[in-house]
Structures are given as structure tokens and as C-alpha cells.
């Protein structure tokens, strides 16, 4: 999941959810001396795996279902759509940047894509961050807005009243104003990608109301373990495994970082309003230190590498655990002439080569 196109836009663009130079100071992972072993990437061997994931998604895309399986219409109700849309925004991401004629938003492939999005109907959390992450890639067109406005709609309508996103949803939704009052309890993964459609929708132009970042915010608070680390349950930590969170294959690594982005993206909503004095959130402090601890430079768990990887474009940092995050993964995900993709325990646990190469370009 890690994405190799954003470190190419790194610089200029995205240190702005530093919220007051107090936790900058605090949390700054010192960059320290280059790992034993060091690879640096040239950018063309970049350019060439991003290249190559590019046209394996194009050579995948259906005339008729695009990036969907067989059975669209009976595929489980929280999915449909959401690995077409989860490429598009890939695509559309790369196309912006590399300016491939083949990912022109007019030509024949593209155009297909986003005429299929404009119609869909998210049922999911998954499915509606990744649309409106594809939307606001977009011209500012009337018809792409009220898309983004529908994802916002949705997503503000599926927040549980703990700040978390899951998969139990009944229909109709609640009207807005209303968090859902659903069965069940919510789940981190879930919740991060909740999070982050609605700041796609926010940096697109959309009004999000205050109390949305408030509760949103609260949940990765009262859920965080005292250590530093989030679980994928969402669910305030249990007595009993304090202060270490009990060890699992979606655990610390992959939700930890997953919960250190997230509030960096409420802060940037709550926090830095003119006329309030930024202030250090000492749960991203706790949840930073940790990664500075156990950051591992030669990670091959897509999740997790795409996690630490947003961590760092949402705060500026450079480099995590004393390591350059960028030349580590790049170098990871470039051997062998790597692109497109199908290894790491994310896909390992029941995606496929499409999904793993949308999220190894796409940029969050």
C-alpha cells in the first residue's frame, strides 16, 4: 500500500497539519545516520515501477464491469465499487503527474472510469473514501462536486456516535445531524478511511461541520492504547492487556499509524483556526514515539508501509525511526524490477495484484 508517487510531490505540499512548532520539536524523528546497507533510488526506476503499475490497471479494466469481479451486483453490499474506485484515484493521481496520454481524464479507459463513479452509490465506507479521493482529482465541474457532496453526505451519516466508521450500516441513513445509531461496534481501518474521504471532500471546497473533526478526534483518543498504539478493534483498550495491546496481524503496525494521520488530520480542522494558539496532541506524540521506536526499514507488510508513508506526508517528516522512510520502501518495492504488485500481508489476506498495485501509486 505504500505509495512510490508521493514522495515526487512531497516537497511544498503537504507540511501543513504541523500544528504549532512545539510538536514538530517533540515529535521529530531525528534523521540520524543512514541504515547499514542503504540503498538510494533513482527517481527513473521510480518513474519505471510507477509506469508499469500504471498500464497492468489500464490492461485490467473491463468494458463492461472495469475493475469489478464477476457478480458485481452480488458482491458483499460494503465493496461494490470500491476497487474501481480505489484505481481510479490511482490512475487519476499518477495521470496528473506523469502526464501519460493513456491516463488523460478524455481518453477512452479514463473516461469510462469516471463516467462509472459519477453514477455509483457508495454503500461502504471503503467505497466512498475512494470516490471522493478520485473526485477531488477532478476538474471543479458541477457533476464531480455533487458527487463529493453525496460521499460527504454519506459519510457524516455513517459515523457512530463513538467517532468510529464500520461495516454494519442500515438503510435508510440517519438524517444529517444524526450520528448512526448501528448494532455493533466500529473498527479502526474503517474508521481511518472515513477520515480520510472527508478531508479529500474538505480539500476539494466542501464545508465539514466542526462537530464531525470533535467526534472523529475523540474516537482515536479514548482508543488509544497507553504505549502509544491503536488495535484494529475499535474499541477503548481493555484493563487487562495494559500496557501493551494483544499482538495481532492487522495490530500496532498497521493501526498505529493509521491513528497518528488521522489526527493529524482533525488537528488541522480543530487546531489551526486563526486565533487559536497551536498546541502539541500528546496522543500523536505518544503514537509517534512508538513508531520512532519500532519503525522496521526493511517492512514488507503493504499496510504498513502505506501508513507510515501517510504519517510522514501528513506531518512533513522526512524520515521515521532515524531512517529516510522514502529511499527505504522505494527500494523495497523497486526490486526486481518491481510494479505491478502482489505480495505483502495486506494482499496475502485476500486482495490481489490490483489492489496491491493501486495502493503502490496511489497517494494516500
Known amino acids: 500500500m505504500f505509495c512510490l508517487h508521493s514522495f ?14 512545539g510538536i514538530l520539536s517533540a515529535l521529530s524523528l531525528a534523521p540520524g545516520a543512514p541504515a547499514e546497507g542503504h540503498v538510494v533510488v533513482r527517481s527513473q526506476v ?34 461494490r465499487g470500491g476497487e474501481t474506485a ?6 487519476l493521481d499518477v495521470g496528473q503527474s506523469l502526464h501519460l496520454p493513456e491516463l488523460d481524464i478524455y481518453s477512452p479507459k479514463m473516461r469510462a472510469a469516471i463516467n462509472f463513479l459519477v453514477k455509483l452509490k457508495p454503500t461502504g465506507t471503503y467505497t466512498a473514501s475512494f470516490q471522493a479521493n478520485a473526485m477531488a482529482l477532478l476538474p471543479p465541474k458541477k457533476r464531480y462536486r455533487m458527487v463529493l457532496e453525496e460521499d460527504e453526505n454519506f459519510l457524516i451519516r455513517t459515523i457512530r456516535l463513538d467517532g468510529a466508521y464500520g461495516y454494519t450500516m442500515h438503510f435508510p441513513l440517519p438524517p444529517l445531524g444524526h450520528p448512526a445509531r448501528l448494532g455493533g461496534t466500529g473498527d479502526n481501518s474503517n474508521t481511518q478511511y472515513g477520515i480520510l474521504g472527508m478531508w479529500a471532500c474538505a480539500h476539494a471546497g466542501l464545508t465539514i461541520p ?28 481493555h484493563p487487562a492487556f495494559v500496557p501493551d495491546p494483544p499482538p495481532g496481524p492487522a495490530g500496532f503496525t498497521t493501526m498505529t499509524p493509521g491513528g497518528v494521520a488521522s489526527l493529524f488530520i482533525c488537528d488541522e480542522y480543530l487546531f489551526a483556526q486563526p486565533g487559536i494558539r497551536p498546541t502539541a496532541d500528546r496522543s500523536i506524540l505518544r503514537g509517534l514515539a512508538w513508531m520512532n521506536k ?20 501528513a506531518s512533513g517528516i522526512q524520515s521515521l525511526g532515524g531512517h ?15 510494479g505491478p504488485w502482489s505480495g505483502g500481508d495486506f494482499v496475502d489476506a485476500g486482495a490481489n495484484a490490483t489492489i496491491g498495485t493501486a495502493y503502490g501509486i496511489v497517494p494516500k
Not at 480505489?86 to 490512475?91: D, K, N, P, S
Not at 519500532?294 to 510522514?312: I, K, Q, S
Open 210 to 237: 466542526g462537530g464531525y473533526w470533535r467526534l472523529a478526534r475523540s474516537h482515536w483518543v479514548n482508543t488509544q492504547y497507553p504505549n502509544g498504539t491503536w488495535v484494529y478493534t475499535g474499541t477503548r483498550p
Open 86 to 91: 480505489l484505481v481510479t484515484e490511482a490512475l
Open 8 to 21: 515526487r510531490r512531497r516537497s511544498g505540499l503537504w507540511p501543513r497539519l504541523a500544528v504549532g512548532a
Open 46 to 79: 521510480v518513474i519505471g515501477a510507477i509506469t508499469r503499475g500504471a498500464h497492468f490497471l489500464l490492461a485490467g479494466e473491463s468494458a463492461t464491469r472495469l475493475w469489478e469481479k464477476p457478480g458485481f451486483a452480488k458482491a458483499p453490499w460494503h465493496a
Open 324 to 338: 529516510n522512510w522514502y529511499e527505504d520502501f522505494a527500494a523495497t518495492l523497486t526490486k526486481n524490477n518491481g
Open 294 to 313: 519500532n519503525f522496521n526499514p526493511h517492512e514488507h507488510n503493504f499496510y504498513a508501509m502505506y501508513g507510515d508513508e501517510r504519517v510522514a506526508l
